[in-house]
């Protein structure tokens, strides 16, 4: 059956590639092409849910001296991820790629202890928002067995929203608080190593270093008319120490703790008007850390 079916089609003139022909590598050639890409495309989704109350500690400096400083738990805070991990290996360098997606919100109240525009000391409970997003492009691969190695780039933005121009009583007198807002675009790169440490459990540690542009770091201060200066350099560390207890096929329970820093270097100057009177002001430098732990699933699809 299969000769006549041969010989029908050469009667109307379709021939197949021959091995060795120049015919029969291009189509070999394509077919090894579609399955790279398919290869590329298979993966698997996931997505992760994260409690994380934190705290800040945010200080303001004038050499080695505090200026002012806020400090609390940031109790109401959450971070989610989506991401895609491809079955393919694009080789030794690269490995397996990923993408990933993230949003943290942190919210709370923390403790302004400094003092006013005008100098008058001031200690106060404000409200504080810190929001971050961005995504992760990278790659990994099994170093050794029951050891994986990655890379990868970052990119986001985080905004922190300070204080809310409360109107609050200071030694009897009612005294204007601020309203800030600071935020920048940051360009990351990192890298990480995960430890199986069981049949169902495994550790890690992440490391990945921040900076951001010049002309993508600014703070806007609620300061007379409002006033928003060039930040100055601007760069940051985030530190992850990631456990993670499989609980089914498909879904992990996970603890990270993980510590973040950024230092910002004093601004660039501006006149302000402020009831009738002229001032020249800037923004210090100043240093952050944050620390918590993330708890939460992560789900396969």
Not at 218 to 238: R, Y
Not at 256 to 284: A, L, M, R
Request: with cysteine.
């Amino acid at each position: 059956m299969l000769f006549w079916v041969y010989f029908i089609l050469s009667l109307e003139g379709i021939s197949f590639p021959q091995e060795g022909s120049l015919l029969f590598q291009e189509e070999k050639t394509r077919k090894e092409k579609i399955k790279r890409a398919l290869d590329l495309i298979e993966g698997r989704l996931y997505f992760s849910v994260n409690w994380y109350p934190y705290y800040l500690s945010y200080k303001e400096l004038e050499g080695e001296d505090v200026l002012d400083e806020d400090d609390g738990w940031m109790s109401n805070s959450y971070y989610v991820k989506l991401g895609y991990k491809s079955n393919a290996y694009l080789g030794d360098f690269w490995g397996s790629p990923f993408l990933e997606i993230y949003f943290r919100r942190g919210d709370g109240k923390v403790t302004y202890d400094g003092a006013t525009w005008g100098g008058m000391p001031l200690k106060f409970k404000e409200k504080s928002k810190i929001y971050r997003w961005g995504g992760k492009f990278g790659g990994r691969r099994l170093w050794r067995e029951g050891v994986n190695v990655y890379s990868y780039i970052d990119v986001g933005k985080r905004e922190w929203y300070r204080g809310e121009n409360e109107i609050i009583e200071v030694n009897g007198v009612a005294v204007q608080a601020y309203k800030e807002k600071y935020w920048w675009i940051y360009f990351g790169g990192g890298a990480g190593v995960e430890f199986r440490t069981g049949k169902d459990t495994s550790l890690g540690v992440d490391v990945e270093l921040l900076t951001a542009p010049k002309s993508l770091r600014k703070m806007h201060a609620q300061l007379g008319s409002g006033v928003t200066f060039d930040l100055g350099g601007v760069w940051g560390v985030d530190l992850n120490f990631p456990l993670r207890f499989r609980i089914g096929k498909n879904c992990s329970f996970d603890l990270t703790p993980y510590y973040i820093f950024w230092s910002i270097d004093e601004s660039n100057s501006k006149v302000v008007e402020i009831d009738g009177d002229y001032y020249t002001v800037y923004e210090p430098k100043s240093k952050t850390n944050v620390y918590g732990v993330f708890t939460g699933f992560t789900l396969g699809i």
